[in-house]
């Protein structure tokens, strides 16, 4: 039961989950705001590209279409339901993952933290909101079939557990500057 739970969140939030690394590994280029202040800070800031933010959600896209075709196969192995993709959501979750990314460099320039500063909760959550969010406006029935109350809680809880942990990873690995 507790481990359906678990295995149906993180597969339906895997598309959502991949653009952020992604991200970290194909950014570069020009900034989204293009060099643009705003009251004397950068609207986003230089870590806010269209390449990272275009291969991000190209990513999770291709994720989901794979995971929905091999979904039934996959839940008949796990002994899981497992959901399968349509492109509402199989766009919606990693398109709003980039938007909650986005949304919350934003709010960090605003409030005077600078490019790689921590925010905490914010750094953990944001793309889960913006996912969730654009997924449950882009497809509503989906989303309320396959984000049953217990599963919300457990993508509440394990994502930024799992988000802690892949950062902490790439930052050993080099791949990015802070651990967060
Ligand atoms: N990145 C990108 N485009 C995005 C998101 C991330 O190019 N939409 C790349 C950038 O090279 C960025 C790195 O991934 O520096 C790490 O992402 P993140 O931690 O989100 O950005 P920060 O550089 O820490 O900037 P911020 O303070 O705005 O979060
Ligand atoms: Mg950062």
């Known amino acids: 039961m507790v481990l359906e739970v678990v295995a149906i969140a993180v597969w339906a939030?895997?598309?959502?989950y991949v653009p952020n690394n992604v991200a970290v590994l194909a950014g570069g280029g020009r900034p989204i705001d293009g060099g643009r202040t705003w009251g004397g800070k950068r609207v986003l800031g230089d870590g806010k590209t269209w390449r990272g933010t275009a291969f991000g959600i190209a990513a999770g896209?291709?994720?989901a279409l794979a995971l929905d075709a091999i979904a039934g196969d996959a839940g008949s192995t796990l002994g899981v339901d497992l959901p399968?993709?349509?492109i509402t959501a199989a766009l919606a979750l990693p398109a709003g993952a980039m938007l909650g990314d986005?949304?919350?460099s934003f709010l960090k320039r605003r409030t005077g933290?600078?490019?790689g500063a921590a925010f905490p909760g914010v750094d953990q959550l944001d793309f889960v909101v913006g996912?969730?969010?654009l997924t449950a406006l882009a497809a509503r029935d989906w989303f309320g079939d396959v984000f049953e109350p217990p599963v919300l809680l457990a993508v509440?809880?394990?994502t930024p557990v799992l988000h802690v942990g892949t950062n902490v990873i790439a930052y050993?690995?080099?791949f990015k500057d802070e651990p967060w």
Request: hydrophobic fraction near 60%; glycine fraction near 16%; charge should be positive.
């Open 13 to 16: 939030m895997l598309p959502a």
């Open 113 to 115: 933290r600078e490019r």
């Open 102 to 104: 986005v949304g919350a």
């Open 131 to 133: 996912a969730l969010g």
């Open 61 to 63: 896209l291709a994720l």
């Open 84 to 86: 399968g993709f349509p």
């Open 172 to 174: 050993q690995l080099g």
């Open 156 to 158: 509440l809880v394990l």
